[in-house]
């Protein structure tokens, strides 16, 4: 039985994904559950495998091109006798059942088979392989962009003249594909600014007895999960939706509805191997601080290593982004839609502030950025909400009590 294997909905609100790699060519015979291709979502890059065994006749893309949610990805040639015939060929597989995984950055091989799509002539091509040259690199002047044999000699002579740069002192530029994560991030966040009106608010909170509890925390508990502040941090932001659920909410892509979302989903942007992550921890509402801790350890160390489940990277409602982990003091966010704010953590400094009795002492003080959509939340609303998140870190023993 010949059927059409159809690209799943694999992110939330997703309608389309870049074929990054095909791991098989028409004619190869397969297994149930072998990887058949690579492909790349605002997500992440993810593994596609074959929900059957049999013969692949039809591969509907080529590599760099971009695949259609709900369409057929590929066709293979099952044995009847192992396939339910009264199951549709069109049937969209669940996805829970794909085994989708964040898979490491493709490089060079992404670039060869980008290459090989290079539109250009046969004699062209051998002229690049003759001279060890990249077509990628090469603009072409020919209709549609083909890369012309001119256009190669064109090349080889700025080539020439940037040789003879180098041997005298001068830098070379180097140029590389811009694909996968870090293409699809670029254009979701371009997406964002474009369609959301961002309004920032910058505060600093003073989180020296936060800091304490965490040391105590760390000290009580360090043979069971290593405590850093983001689990406080997340914490006391889900209690502070609880008191302002409008910060957890989504709108539709029409601006038509606005939805108050039960679950608070809060992402962590995470500077994985394959670019910038978000993936988030669920139902933060209803975990201890020691649950979210573990959660916490858990996703960062699967989105740095590279290998996480598409499902951790969607679903969020709110986001934290830790700039200070790396530095710097504040910045300004940008939302990751269909979310409706986002806040920055700058570093922690070590500052003199004046206490209750006017004396000068140090403290330790961290400056928060959020960004805001100003179609749902206004100016007053965020303020609000950020100083009763900041009540419950300068005053952790609040949080605790307030915790179910």
């Not at 099952?78 to 199951?87: C, G, I, L």
């Not at 988030?280 to 996703?299: G, M």
């Not at 805001?372 to 952790?396: M, Q, S």
Request: glycine share 6%; proline share 3%.
């Amino acid at each position: 039985m010949n059927r059409d294997f159809i690209l799943p909905d694999i992110g939330e609100g997703i309608v389309e994904c870049e074929v990054l790699e095909w791991k098989v060519k028409e004619g190869d015979m397969i297994t149930e559950d072998q990887v058949i291709a690579e492909v790349s979502t605002d997500k992440a890059v993810v593994e596609i495998p074959s929900m059957y065994s049999g013969r692949i006749t039809k591969l509907y893309y080529a590599d760099g091109e971009i695949a259609k949610v709900h369409s057929p990805l590929f066709a293979i040639d099952t044995d009847q006798e192992t396939v339910d015939s009264t199951e549709s060929v069109l049937d969209i597989p669940d996805i829970a059942e794909l085994k989708l995984e964040l898979v490491k950055q493709p490089s060079q091989v992404v670039r060869e088979n980008q290459a090989n799509k290079v539109l250009t002539t046969p004699a062209v091509r051998k002229l690049a392989r003759e001279h060890d040259l990249d077509l990628l690199l090469i603009s072409g002047t020919g209709k549609n962009g083909r890369v012309l044999k001119e256009d190669v000699h064109l090349y080889l002579k700025t080539a020439d003249q940037g040789l003879a740069q180098k041997i005298t002192g001068k830098n070379n530029d180097r140029t590389e594909a811009i694909v996968g994560v870090r293409k699809i991030m670029a254009q979701h966040m371009s997406e964002s600014v474009s369609k959301i009106p961002h309004f920032t608010f910058v505060d600093e909170i003073d989180v020296t007895e936060l800091m304490l509890l965490r040391a105590s925390l760390k000290e009580a508990y360090s043979d069971q999960v290593k405590i850093t502040l983001m689990p406080l941090l997340i914490k006391a932001l889900s209690l502070s939706i609880g008191q302002f659920p409008i910060m957890n909410s989504r709108v539709d892509e029409s601006f038509t509805e606005l939805t108050y979302v039960g679950s608070h989903n809060i992402g962590m942007a995470v500077d994985g191997r394959t670019g910038l992550l978000v993936p988030n921890v669920k139902d933060v509402q209803n975990r201890s601080i020691l649950e979210i801790a573990t959660e916490v350890v858990r996703l960062t160390d699967a989105a740095r290593s590279g290998i996480i489940n598409l499902a951790e990277l969607r679903g969020g409602t709110i986001t934290i982004s830790n700039i200070g982990a790396i530095g710097g003091i504040s910045a300004s966010p940008i939302i990751n839609r269909p979310e409706v704010a986002i806040v920055a953590l700058g570093k922690i400094q070590n500052l003199p502030r004046f206490g209750n009795d006017n004396q000068i002492t140090a403290r330790k003080i961290m400056s928060v950025s959020w960004s805001g959509d100003h179609r749902v939340i206004d100016g007053a609303t965020i303020a609000r909400f950020n100083n009763c998140w900041k009540a419950y870190l300068e005053n952790p023993g609040t949080m605790l009590a307030t915790m179910v």
